[in-house]
């Protein structure tokens, strides 16, 4: 599985911008899909996910209401919109995927459950 992110940039506070990350793999709709985000000095962090179907998500309370994960498995395609951005949410932004092995519908925050992970995309937000 191969993963390409790209649509990040520098952006003022208050601005918004999308990112999108592209998937070469047959069984898109079999992976759960992720955004995380790595800003300096600190560790990476969850940021969204969405259910292979689309029909599950979830933010961490730092992006809530703000940013908005979806998927269109026709394009193998996973995306993430990011409003009313912040300087805090500078860094570099990872998707990543898990394969499953049933229907379930649950989303996970932990990176441990994702083996593959695109190269990021960086995201500067000025104050």
């Known amino acids: 599985v191969q993963l390409q992110a790209s649509g990040g940039g520098l952006m003022e506070a208050g601005g918004s911008l999308r990112l999108s990350c592209a998937a070469s793999?047959?069984?898109?709709?079999?992976?759960?899909m992720a955004w995380f985000r790595q800003a300096p000095g600190l560790e990476r962090e969850f940021v969204s996910g969405v259910s292979w179907n689309g029909d599950l998500t979830y933010d961490s309370d730092s992006v809530k209401g703000r940013f908005t994960i979806s998927r269109e498995n026709g394009k193998n395609t996973v995306y993430l919109q990011m409003n009313s951005l912040k300087p805090e949410d500078t860094g570099v932004y990872y998707c990543?995927?898990?394969?499953?092995?049933?229907?379930?519908?649950?989303?996970?925050?932990?990176?441990?459950?994702?083996?593959?992970w695109g190269r990021g995309t960086q995201v500067t937000v000025s104050s």
């Open positions: 990543a995927a898990e394969r499953l092995v049933s229907s379930a519908l649950f989303v996970d925050t932990s990176s441990n459950a994702y083996p593959y």
């Open positions: 793999v047959r069984t898109f709709g079999r992976y759960n």
